[in-house]
């Protein structure tokens, strides 16, 4: 008995649905460009369900011939391509001819189509590949494709999709490739009956992404344009001030294909080198127009990975085009001290994630400022004190050192000393009386209070501290003088240590504090990030968010549990998404925590801030009262010490 047998034609298409079509968005994003291939101005896609029930696709391209109606069906069956030599040269987005086929082997499918000559149109009807029905009909110019029901046939892949929602974003996301990658066409969508983006077709790339991601990226795009051995990279480059916290703003395609590609996203990475803090990623929409015979666009089904030729030659192509775009037109940061330092680190992954990026001061010197020296003046009563520049970077490839700190080594060295000198001395932090620092604003010295707190027998014993401050260098660390003991606190990290307490302790209590916005603060997002909010509402109001659709891909805040400004809060929200999109596999109590993390991050007194001393005088008490406590929620240290002894043997006072 024979073993081996040539499949039936209708399990071979189904099959090659299942690498063709892999979910709803495969099927719009097949039939989209097969509309682009066929000249279309003007494209609509229609969905309902998520594009699980009901897909429809219209164009007004070159339509279809009567006689090829029913056989573009027919598994590789293309107008694209004749011979093995037509491979090397593939301008069009389709050319295998499986498209059709496959998404007709496993859902009911018409076609209405009429070609520019024709007097009438033609009608088919197809069932799980099956022709039920052609027929002659009236109809405009171009080609309409409707698919309904499906993988009805197929429960093994039906039982994969997600939510109608998630299938809903990722078709959002295709169309929104699409839209970018040509920007000439006319592009109408339509989700359960909701337009929900539609471009002019203007042959504008800044009018597309005012379309899909508003008038603030739309801003802050700079023009790509570069040629380099035959490689033509055009489109457009993202200042620093939109930078995501991950890649899904980027786009790339070659020639006209939207395609991923670790070589195209390594190289723009490196083209952004120092201009961006850790865990942000550019907002890039790039074509590339290549030899087709350089490149093998025939390396997956999906026809979303290439293979280049000379990949060196490609990588170089997109670094110079976004490295000359962004030098041509850089944004030079004014660094002043006080203010908000614009490269902070805004991700808690990685261990620099808080050290600040700035220019060289010029002859800075180390000023140790007595207490007295912060009473406020009568022009900072009456509003911020003006700021001083510091200097800023004046060469496009210059790099922007980190702000010089005690190195690691000589900090765990200072620990271990002055820990070692404590328990000599048998000190403890937490058996000590708080030094009251208001009265140095009114008598210039220090006066040394207690708090009582509760006397009844079972209450908890309250813990006080004696310390005195002596001032804030770089402002940025408070240094304090305690039980022979100097110690340096980090204004930032002490600040987010409580701050996150306390958001803690409210979230477990359930009892989280939100404050309503004066002012809602309305955010722009991509159709996968909308999606992403409207499908995690509970989340956001477990964690002290009142968010609600405000139509136009763009969501409304009307109450936060921390208070920031504008900016810092749509990029906090921005993170959020990020946050649930990578982690849709974590506990909601694992994702929690990361926020709260976030929060008390950007909530924080940042780095670069005067402090006066009552403002001190509290972070110390508060900070010193943590037991068993000194990192910031990311596991850098909030307080590093130097012993009296450490200091003398230091100018030679004693001994070694």
């Not at 989209?32 to 000249?39: F, G, L, M, Q, R």
């Not at 033509?232 to 930078?243: H, P, Y």
């Not at 999906?302 to 944004?331: G, P």
């Amino acid at each position: 008995m024979d073993k081996i047998q040539v499949l039936d034609q209708k399990v071979a298409n189904m099959i090659a649905a299942g690498e063709v079509v892999e979910r709803p968005a495969s099927v719009v994003k097949e039939l989209v460009e097969n509309a682009i291939d066929a000249n279309a101005q003007a494209i609509t896609v229609e969905i309902k369900n998520g594009g699980i029930a009901y897909i429809r696709v219209s164009d007004n391209g070159d339509g279809i011939d009567k006689e090829d109606a029913v056989v573009a069906f027919e598994r590789h069956a293309t107008s694209k391509i004749h011979d093995a030599e037509d491979l090397n040269g593939i301008f069009t987005l389709g050319f295998r001819g499986e498209a059709l086929a496959s998404i007709a082997a496993v859902s009911h499918v018409e076609l209405i189509t009429k070609t520019s000559g024709a007097d009438e149109g033609t009608h088919v009807v197809i069932k799980a590949g099956a022709l039920l029905s052609r027929q002659d009909v009236g109809c405009p110019r171009g080609t309409t494709v409707l698919v309904k029901n499906l993988f009805y046939n197929t429960p093994a892949r039906m039982k994969f999709l997600k939510k109608d929602a998630t299938e809903a974003s990722h078709i959002g996301d295709i169309i929104n490739r699409m839209i970018l990658g040509h920007p000439g066409i006319s592009f109408r969508y339509i989700n359960n009956g909701k337009e929900v983006v539609f471009t002019p077709g203007d042959n504008n790339l800044v009018s597309c992404i005012y379309s899909l991601y508003g008038k603030d990226y739309a801003k802050s795009m700079v023009p790509v344009k570069h040629s380099d051995q035959g490689i033509d990279v055009w489109g457009l480059a993202g200042k620093a001030n939109i930078a995501r916290a991950n890649r899904s703003f980027q786009s790339f395609f070659i020639n006209g294909r939207y395609i991923k590609s670790n070589t195209l996203t390594y190289a723009v990475q490196e083209a952004y080198k120092n201009m961006l803090t850790v865990n942000r990623f550019p907002v890039a929409v790039l074509h590339l127009k290549i030899n087709p015979a350089l490149i093998d666009v025939n390396v997956h089904p999906t026809k979303m990975e290439v293979k280049f030729s000379n990949e060196k030659q490609v990588f170089q192509a997109v670094y110079w085009a976004v490295k000359n775009a962004l030098y041509t037109q850089r944004d030079i940061p004014n660094l002043s001290i006080g203010k908000k330092n614009i490269f902070e680190y805004s991700s808690s992954a990685d261990r620099q994630h808080h050290r600040v990026q700035e220019a060289e001061p010029v002859q800075q010197k180390v000023k140790i400022v007595p207490p007295t020296a912060f009473r406020p003046t009568e022009a900072e009563k009456q509003g911020p004190a003006k700021q001083a520049n510091i200097g800023s970077s004046t060469t496009s490839d210059q790099k922007i050192p980190y702000v010089k700190s005690i190195p690691e080594d000589m900090q765990s060295q200072i620990v271990k000393v002055s820990g070692e000198q404590a328990q000599k001395q048998g000190t403890n932090l937490n058996d000590h009386k708080v030094t009251d620092c208001s009265q140095w604003e009114e008598e210039n010295r220090p006066d040394t209070v207690s708090d009582t707190g509760d006397s009844s027998p079972n209450a908890p014993r309250p813990t006080s501290h004696d310390f005195k401050i002596i001032g804030q260098v770089f402002n940025t660390y408070i240094i304090i003088e305690k039980d022979q003991e100097m110690l340096m606190i980090d204004q930032h990290a002490a600040h987010e240590r409580l701050k996150y307490e306390q958001l803690l302790k409210d979230y477990q209590n359930r009892a989280m504090d939100s404050q309503v916005l004066l002012v809602p603060i309305v955010i722009q997002l991509s159709t996968i990030e909308i999606e992403t909010v409207k499908a995690n509402i509970s989340f956001f109001e477990k964690i002290g968010f009142e968010v609600e659709d405000f139509g136009n891909n763009a969501i409304v805040i009307r109450q936060t549990p921390v208070t920031m400004d504008e900016n810092t809060m749509k990029d906090l929200f921005l993170e959020f998404i990020a946050l649930i999109q990578r982690s849709n596999k974590e506990a909601v109590p694992e994702m929690a925590a990361h926020a709260l993390h976030t929060m008390a991050c950007k909530a924080a007194i940042k780095a670069n801030r005067v402090m006066h001393v009552q403002e001190m005088q509290a972070l110390i008490k508060d900070i010193l009262n943590l037991e068993n406590i000194n990192t910031c929620p990311h596991g850098r240290p909030i307080i590093i010490s130097l012993s009296k002894y450490q200091i003398e043997k230091e100018f030679k006072r004693v001994g070694k």
